[in-house]
């Protein structure tokens, strides 16, 4: 069982920043970590991603403005930059075994993958 534990989230002006954590005490490595985020009325849509040897992978929507980060199970998105198409719940994702992160729902919509319960992120014109 890997349970996952987000927090960081706020509201903030455009053009502010925001630091988003997420954490697992689970005993083993996680092979791939990663952020997605929902909007309401929208589907959920991925926005970055980090292996166990540090590969990542972004949306084209984040790239330049936002950076994942990890130290063994604990995984940090840096947002910079924000605007108002940026508000959306974030949820931390773990696929444990998986040999690619990708930042594609599906890889995590499975037996073998894990969401956290989300934090809020707000940003005001």
């Known amino acids: 069982q890997v349970q996952l534990v987000e927090s960081g989230g706020g509201s903030v002006q455009a053009g502010g920043s925001l630091t988003l954590s997420c954490t697992s005490s689970?005993?083993?490595?996680?092979?791939?970590m990663a952020w997605f985020r929902q909007a309401p009325g929208k589907e959920r849509e991925g926005v970055a991603a980090m292996d166990r040897s540090g590969s990542t992978a972004y949306a084209d929507s984040v790239k330049g403005r936002f950076t994942i980060s990890r130290e063994k199970n604990t995984v940090t998105l840096q947002m910079n930059i924000l605007t108002p198409e940026d508000t959306a719940m974030y949820y931390c994702?773990?696929?444990?075994?998986?040999?690619?992160?990708?930042?594609?729902?599906?890889?995590?919509?499975?037996?073998?993958?894990?969401w956290g319960q989300g934090t809020q992120v707000t940003v005001s014109s």
């Open positions: 994702a773990a696929a444990p075994w998986t040999r690619v992160c990708t930042v594609v729902v599906d890889q995590y919509n499975t037996d073998d993958g894990y």
């Open positions: 689970w005993r083993y490595d996680i092979a791939c």
